[in-house]
């Protein structure tokens, strides 16, 4: 094992008695929901968000920068915690790989949290089918009326595979009915949404009792309590709801628990271990999937207001890359000094900060440096933020550890201190209809200017309203790759107006996704995925998780 220390010295360091520990070796444990009434009247500590500009396929580095910020804050002597997301299996054998960091900034047993880890995603996949189960035996036995053509809950696995986006049920049974179908991988599920929103098995029991199922031939709504499958799916996610602890390279302890997907969901991991994270640590951390457009602005707008956080600071992640890719340049030649599309990639950054500013938080830019950047964009960069004013910090984490983002620490602290107070704001009044959500979320966020509903999408919001749902959060799916709906809208767009293809109710999670453009919630398998580099030995050791 790579240096680590038993997870019982890791709790110890934040004030984790081990009776509220459930270990599974000696290097990963869950926490026990007793702690919460435990640690009810701790002070609480600051909450600092990691966020990013609009990022390439390759990501900005989010994990990276978050988990070199706690161990820079850790070597300060601060006492601090990072919560992050678990990694989906799809992702790991897909494109993507592993997503547990990387360098001297990564959480360990890296191989184990990449892979079955605790068993979460076990149970979240297992309750999700047991209700599609449930709900095919219903309608074989004829105990529930749902219209086929209503029906809005599908099946779900977490593994990339294309085959599985639309599929035929029933086939194999001469007595029931063929309905069509189709797999969403496991983060895209509402259950995995759910899991992370519960803050307790009450509140959980609640919120999978009021998973929309679909609509009767009275176009009445039809949920899971009334197949009667909240009991048992809650008894599957029993542990699945309990934070995960593990380590970072350099023994910061650190929560990785809950993967929602940062489109179609929220995106950032549970509010269970935010709320537990922030009555232990002086300093948690916690990231938020692609760029500020998108979790961040999820987190501000729901997970805070339902959590009940303060966000103290933002830190915004650059690299020189990626705004030389908002500037024009190929991928091929992301590597070549350019400092004119330097220069109008900024606009990228520069909208990203507007975003944060919206909310009212505090924010210190973090330059996550690469091999290949050259000085001289270094210095443009760096004159171009104090130009405006901007506080900022080179990171090099990834190769340095705690000494690369020694300098980020110190600055965010400064910063927190500077401004004690950040002056919160929301987009959107949680009494907002969904169309007046929609419109400030696109307006103020994504700068657009008028927001345009398809045919199916104004018979979504019918529905909406006919089932007195029109309160409900907005969780906006749309591309990772653009603030604006097109992903080949680069840079800083303007004078564009977006589409809403459909509206999807997640009544459990408390929210509706409106989808814009083609969000794919069952990824494919590349022509030559991670998955070919994966290999484990004779004396069962795993290769190849990057």
């Avoid at 219209?147 to 049920?169: G, T």
């Avoid at 919630?521 to 290999?535: E, Q, V």
Wanted: include cysteine.
């Amino acid at each position: 094992m790579k240096n680590l220390q038993p997870i019982i010295n890791i709790a110890e360091k934040i004030g984790i008695d081990e009776e509220d520990l459930i270990t599974y070796d000696k290097y990963k444990a869950k926490i026990s929901l007793n702690i919460i009434n435990k640690i009810k009247n701790n002070r609480n500590g600051k909450l600092i968000v990691v966020t990013a500009i609009t990022p390439t396929d390759d990501g900005e580095g989010k994990t990276t920068t978050s988990i070199g910020l706690a161990q820079g804050l850790a070597s300060l002597n601060e006492k601090v915690m990072v919560a992050l997301r678990q990694p989906s299996l799809g992702p790991v054998f897909g494109i993507k790989g592993g997503a547990t960091g990387g360098g001297k900034c990564s959480v360990e047993p890296m191989e184990d949290i990449n892979l079955h880890f605790t068993g979460d995603f076990h149970a979240i996949n297992s309750a999700h089918n047991l209700l599609s189960a449930m709900v095919n035996s219903s309608l074989y036995f004829k105990t529930i009326s749902i219209d086929p053509k209503k029906m809005f809950w599908h099946r779900a696995i977490d593994m990339n595979d294309r085959s599985l986006r639309s599929v035929v049920v029933g086939l194999g049974d001469e007595n029931g009915l063929l309905i069509e179908d189709k797999f969403d991988i496991l983060p895209a599920s509402e259950i995995m949404a759910i899991a992370g929103l519960s803050l307790n098995y009450s509140d959980l029991k609640s919120r999978l009792s009021n998973i929309l199922i679909g609509l009767n031939n009275k176009k009445e709504p039809v949920f899971a309590k009334d197949i009667r499958a909240t009991g048992s799916m809650g008894a599957l996610l029993k542990y699945a709801i309990l934070p995960n602890l593990v380590q970072t390279t350099e023994h910061v302890p650190a929560f990785v628990h809950i993967g929602p997907f940062a489109n179609l969901a929220y995106g950032t991991n549970s509010l269970i271990a935010d709320n537990i994270g922030i009555k232990l640590a002086d300093y948690l951390i916690t990231e938020t999937g692609f760029g500020s457009d998108m979790g961040f602005q999820k987190f501000m707008d729901m997970i805070s207001r339902i959590g009940s956080l303060n966000v103290n600071l933002a830190v915004l992640v650059v690299s020189i890359k990626t705004l030389k890719h908002h500037g024009g340049v190929k991928k091929e030649a992301i590597h070549i000094e350019n400092i004119e599309a330097l220069v109008k990639g900024y606009d990228n950054l520069k909208k990203h900060l507007d975003i944060i500013n919206c909310f009212g938080v505090p924010v210190v830019v973090s330059i996550n440096k690469f091999k290949n950047d050259t000085n001289n964009e270094l210095k443009v960069l760096m004159n171009l933020l104090e130009k405006d004013n901007i506080e900022y910090s080179i990171n090099e984490g990834y190769e340095k550890g705690s000494e690369g983002s020694l300098d980020l620490a110190k600055k965010v602290i400064d910063k927190i201190k500077k401004e004690n107070v950040s002056q919160f704001k929301y987009t959107y009044d949680i009494n907002d209809d969904i169309e007046m959500k929609i419109d400030k979320i696109t307006n103020k966020i994504y700068n657009a200017e008028g927001v345009i509903f398809s045919k199916k999408a104004i018979e979504d919001l019918r529905t909406i309203k006919s089932l007195g749902m029109d309160k409900l959060h907005v969780i906006i799916a749309k591309t990772p790759n653009s603030i604006s709906d097109d992903p080949n809208k680069i840079g800083r767009p303007n004078n564009f107006k977006v589409t809403v293809n459909e509206i999807r109710i997640f009544s459990g999670g408390g929210f509706v996704v409106p989808v814009m453009g083609n969000i794919l919630t069952m990824p494919g398998l590349g022509k030559t995925p991670a998955a070919f580099n994966i290999d484990i030995d004779d004396e069962g050791n795993i290769t190849g998780i990057f």
